[in-house]
Nanobody, 118 residues
Framework: QVHVEESGGGLVQAGGSLRLSCVASENSRNFNAMGWHRQAPGNQRELVASIHPNGAARYADFVKGRFTISRDNFKNTVYLQMDNLEPEDTAVYYC????????????WGQGTRVTVSS
């Protein structure tokens, strides 16, 4: 079983920044994609950004230009740099991993809470 652990959440004022980290217990090159998702109260979990082993990244429209995803394959870690945060970004952020492009994200961490105050 793959262990996934997120960190870096917290309370920040609107316009501020946070950097989330996610460490996998397995070589990150074994995964087709590592992605950050978020779930706000009453909402479904949604994809924020994902990244492939070669560094190719995709972003949800609502974070383009504000968030940056990156990965360090030597540390089996994926990061999410969040700048210019908005109260609407308040959510629990989860790191998900998938092995195959046709699979859903199967391996999840416990999440890290991000709260943005106005």
């Amino acid at each position: 079983q793959v262990h996934v652990e997120e960190s870096g959440g917290g309370l920040v004022q609107a316009g501020g920044s946070l950097r989330l980290s996610c460490v996998a217990s397995e070589n990150s090159r074994n995964f087709n994609a590592m992605g950050w998702h978020r779930q706000a109260p009453g909402n479904q979990r949604e994809l924020v950004a994902s990244i492939h082993p070669n560094g190719a990244a995709r972003y949800a429209d609502f974070v383009k230009g504000r968030f940056t995803i990156s990965r360090d394959n030597f540390k089996n870690t994926v990061y999410l740099q969040m700048d210019n945060l908005e109260p609407e970004d308040t959510a629990v952020y989860y790191c998900g991993l998938r092995r195959d492009p046709f699979d859903p994200f199967r391996f999840w961490g416990q999440g890290t809470r991000v709260t943005v105050s106005s």
